[in-house]
């Protein structure tokens, strides 16, 4: 189940489950700022992502953007047209440099006025922003590795890589 709108041509879904799950987070977290500090920078690390797709490749009316689904533990971005490798890369980075030069204009800020919330900001952005970039198939870094081995190998090879069956012991 999920609560689906739309603005302009794209389609939003947000999962029940990331609601209820946001919701008892509310509900028993003490401290309500870092919960809140943590959902803003995820959204711009997507918002990176977005602003990329809609300025880099100069798209207009969301015609690119089809449908943004927010889950319980991610959040995807489907597209309409078919990119480079390039712009993909583009595209995949883009998140995780909006999150470090957040943090990096919130260090300033920090040194600046010495606040706490501040600090929190930047730990948040940095590890979001790093954490996207790790070679998991699931995040960005994943989607990255992929692109790069599709470049050097082929399509079934590096796709064979890529999903590399785990070994039970």
Avoid: C, W
């Amino acid at each position: 189940m999920s609560f689906i709108f739309k603005i302009y041509n794209t389609k939003f879904s947000i999962s029940f489950y990331f609601v209820a799950f946001l919701a008892l987070a509310l509900i028993n977290s003490k401290s309500h700022d870092r919960l809140f500090i943590a959902l803003i920078s995820t959204l711009i690390h997507e918002l990176g992502h977005i602003l990329m797709i809609s300025r880099h490749l100069n798209l207009k009316n969301n015609e690119f953007i089809k449908e943004v689904r927010i889950e319980l533990f991610s959040i995807d971005i489907v597209n309409n047209n078919f990119v480079n490798y390039k712009d993909n890369l583009l595209i995949l980075i883009s998140g995780s440099v909006f999150n470090f030069l957040v943090a990096i204009i919130s260090l300033i800020f920090f040194y600046i006025f010495k606040s706490v919330i501040l600090k929190f900001i930047v730990i948040e952005n940095l590890l979001i922003g790093a954490l996207n970039l790790l070679p998991i198939s699931s995040l960005d870094g994943g989607q990255i590795f992929l692109i790069l081995l599709k470049k050097k190998i082929s399509l079934h090879n590096s796709e064979k890589i890529f999903f590399l069956p785990r070994s039970v012991s």
